[in-house]
């Protein structure tokens, strides 16, 4: 294994926290939309920016961290994926801007009119983020992003069959994954009528959103029947990992085993992600730039690896010290808490 | 090239200017433990925090425009490393614009919190600190 490999497998953990981390807050901003009218749903996005509030966009430090690695460590990957795929890449961070604006503005609102329009602004963008990032993921995966600069159709490239699949996906895990981790944030708010309207969400997304990831593998198979071939061949693995955690987590909702189903669900996700890099590697950019190619300078590399083992040494704790506080802060659902 | 001559300048004043005003507060404490006491210390303090921001700005203007035509010195220029896919001024209409709307958005937010100050706007920030009791 070579360093470039090492850091590969950084770049796909790093890409695992930031879906199930920052997938949870785009998902939680999705339930925010159809949470219903201001009234009915006042309570659920109360629970739902409290639950977000405590780690409000630390999780995009991930995403930051793919696209420096992915930069620093394969460069001509980058050029090519940045050139490309500008058009999806802008509407993301457009996306992740205007939603951080509008939830903070939202909280500082005094007229219901403000609020819904922050609020509408919030949502939408939640539901269009992670959709572009999916389609993003959908246009390498289906090789439509050529090594060379600008080599690739700057619309086709993202808006075909795969990478529509792949955005859907994407939408769809962000609004599964937070309404299983919304559940257990529900039961600790000691919200029992929310905690039902979760479970349900999540049950009813979970199957959903499963039977929609397998159903469509057929428009993989029509339109990237070379990806298609490798998920069943050597990725099956980790295909067939997630559809078990997928049913496993189903159960576990249905059982009330609300904080496990968190680890469940999550490598339901996860294996989803890891399924598509095993699908492709040692090929960073199908057809042919593979990540020995694409790596750059070996000095390079080797600074970059012990940059990051410094940095992780810093930052997990930090992190770690983060979740822990909110998570095991009572939280207050309706009135703020008093001040004085 | 004037530009960066300006720019450089500009950043150069306002940080020994942002210095003095330092020196102004510190002087004052050290003679009797409390603010200077005119009112110009206050308009100079309340110019401080936009002069700061100018100061960063001109910084960018003289590291950005000094650096042309390169865009890594010597060795690319920016006309080589543009992306030469179709639309990128339509994307930066837009970024532009969107910006515009935030900068607004941004004013007005920061007004109201002026006129109400315990409205906490971050949600990490939802228990404000009691900012005046017990004076």
């Known amino acids: ?340 | 090239m004037t530009v960066v001559k300006w720019a450089f300048q500009l950043m150069v004043a306002i940080g020994f200017g942002l210095v003095a005003l330092s020196g102004w507060w510190a002087l004052a404490w050290w003679r009797r433990r409390g603010p200077p006491r005119s009112p110009w210390f206050l308009r100079a303090a309340a110019l401080a925090g936009i002069a700061a921001a100018v100061a960063v700005e001109a910084g960018w203007v003289v590291t950005e425009v000094g650096r042309q035509p390169w865009i890594v010195y010597g060795v690319m220029r920016t006309a080589e490393a543009v992306n030469p896919a179709p639309g990128l001024a339509t994307g930066l209409a837009l970024v532009a614009a969107v910006y515009a709307v935030l900068t607004v958005a941004t004013v007005a937010v920061l007004r109201r919190m002026a006129r109400h100050r315990d409205e906490p706007v971050a949600p990490q920030e939802g228990v404000p600190e009691p900012v005046d009791s017990g004076r």
């Open chain 1, 1 to 340: 294994m070579t360093v470039a490999d090492v850091l590969l497998g950084v770049l796909l953990a790093g890409l695992t926290l930031y879906t199930l981390l920052a997938g949870a807050d785009f998902g939680a901003g999705i339930w925010d939309l159809f949470a219903g009218g201001a009234r009915r749903g006042a309570a659920r996005r109360e629970l739902i920016a409290h639950s977000i509030g405590p780690v409000w966009e630390a999780n995009h430090v991930w995403l930051i961290l793919v696209i420096t690695l992915i930069w620093t460590t394969f460069p001509p990957a980058f050029a090519a994926f940045a050139s490309t795929l500008y058009v999806p890449l802008t509407l993301a961070a457009l996306g992740i801007i205007g939603r951080g604006a509008a939830f903070a503005f939202r909280k500082a609102s005094h007229t219901l009119a403000e609020q819904r329009l922050y609020g509408a602004t919030f949502a939408i963008s939640s539901v269009a983020t992670p959709f572009f990032l999916g389609s993003i993921v959908g246009a390498v995966a289906s090789g439509r992003v050529p090594p060379g600069i600008a080599e690739g159709d700057i619309w086709r490239s993202w808006l075909n069959p795969t990478s529509g699949y792949a955005g859907l996906l994407a939408i769809g895990v962000c609004a599964y994954l937070a309404a299983v981790y919304l559940i257990h944030d529900a039961r600790r708010a000691g919200a029992a009528d929310l905690v039902a309207q979760f479970r349900r969400r999540a049950l009813i997304t979970g199957v959903v959103v499963g039977a929609g990831a397998a159903a469509g593998l057929a428009v993989v198979a029509a339109d990237a029947p070379d990806l298609f071939a490798e998920l069943r061949g050597r990725a099956l693995v980790l295909v067939l990992l997630s559809f078990v955690a997928g049913i496993v987590s189903l159960v576990l909702i249905g059982t009330g085993r609300y904080r496990l189903v968190r680890v469940t669900a999550a490598l339901a996700v996860a294996a989803v992600l890891w399924a598509w890099g095993a699908a492709q590697y040692p090929v960073l950019l199908p057809p042919d730039l593979t990540v020995a190619e694409a790596a750059g300078d070996p000095t390079v590399l080797a600074t970059v690896l012990a940059v990051l083992v410094v940095g992780a040494l810093l930052l997990t704790p930090s992190l770690l010290w983060l979740f822990s506080i909110f998570q095991g802060a009572k939280p207050t659902t309706g009135k703020p808490p008093p001040r004085g």
